[in-house]
T-cell receptor, first 117, second 114 residues
Framework: ETGVTQSPTHLIKTRGQQVTLRCSSQSGHNTVSWYQQALGQGPQFIFQ???????GRGNFPPRFSGLQFPNYSSELNVNALELDDSALYLC????????????????FGAGSRLTVL | GDSVTQMEGPVTLSEEAFLTINCTYT??????LFWYVQYPGEGLQLLLKATKADDKGSNKGFEATYRKETTSFHLEKGSVQVSDSAVYFC?????????????FGKGTKLSVKP
């Protein structure tokens, strides 16, 4: 089975620009979560998508938005980029039933490293 | 709110040394607890988990026991190898209905020297 794949792997943007990051979930998974990992820090939950709708959100402003498509892939969009948005963005997928059972086994991608200048 | 605290790194050990990475948590209810590992240039991989008090998670020689009385989930390995060099993250979820939201510690970087 294929794992979680993310693109692009690296990108550089300037302040005020917009960025779109993409994620293909693992085969058989139907939920996608996005995390931001600043340098030297642990990942922080941005939001989760299930059935093409946002289904939980962390402490991130509305300029962070997302989409989930019928094939369960997902996009993370960030508008009006700020220097502090520089980070590794991780996508993770899971089977919804596993999440509600409490086992919460997420499979992570390798991430997209965003640098904002 | 819920939080995870892990020991500061980096930790440097010689091959075959004993490893302990401390992790304590603050949470309401009965969270599930996890250890993830991140190798250079890669995403997070689940190392082990425990879903209720007194459970012991184990994998690849690593172990951690869910201690509700001390709110801890310390990671241990009896004999580390160079290939264990990575960053280790302790995490919790609030269990049922957690919506894929894991709360992570800041990570502990482990370097194992031959």
């Amino acid at each position: 089975e294929t794992g979680v794949t993310q693109s692009p792997t690296h990108l550089i943007k300037t302040r005020g620009q917009q960025v779109t990051l993409r994620c293909s979930s693992q085969s058989g998974h139907n939920t996608v979560s996005w995390y931001q990992q600043a340098l030297g820090q642990g990942p922080q939950f941005i939001f989760q998508y299930y059935r093409e709708e946002e289904n939980g959100r962390g402490n991130f402003p509305p300029r962070f938005s997302g989409l989930q498509f019928p094939n369960y892939s997902s996009e993370l969009n960030v508008n009006a980029l700020e220097l502090d948005d520089s980070a590794l963005y991780l996508c993770a997928s899971a089977v919804a039933g596993m999440l509600t059972s409490g086992a919460n086994v997420l499979t992570f991608g390798a991430g997209s490293r965003l640098t904002v200048l | 709110g819920d939080s995870v605290t892990q020991m500061e790194g980096p930790v440097t050990l010689s091959e075959e040394a004993f490893l302990t990475i401390n992790c304590t948590y603050t949470a309401t209810g009965y969270p599930s607890l996890f250890w993830y590992v991140q190798y250079p240039g890669e995403g997070l991989q689940l190392l082990l988990k425990a879903t209720k008090a007194d459970d012991k998670g184990s994998n690849k020689g690593f172990e951690a026991t869910y201690r509700k009385e001390t709110t801890s989930f310390h990671l241990e390995k009896g004999s580390v190898q160079v290939s264990d060099s990575a960053v280790y993250f302790c995490a919790l979820s609030r269990g049922r209905g957690s919506q894929g939201n894991l709360i992570f510690g800041k990570g502990t970087k482990l370097s194992v020297k031959p």
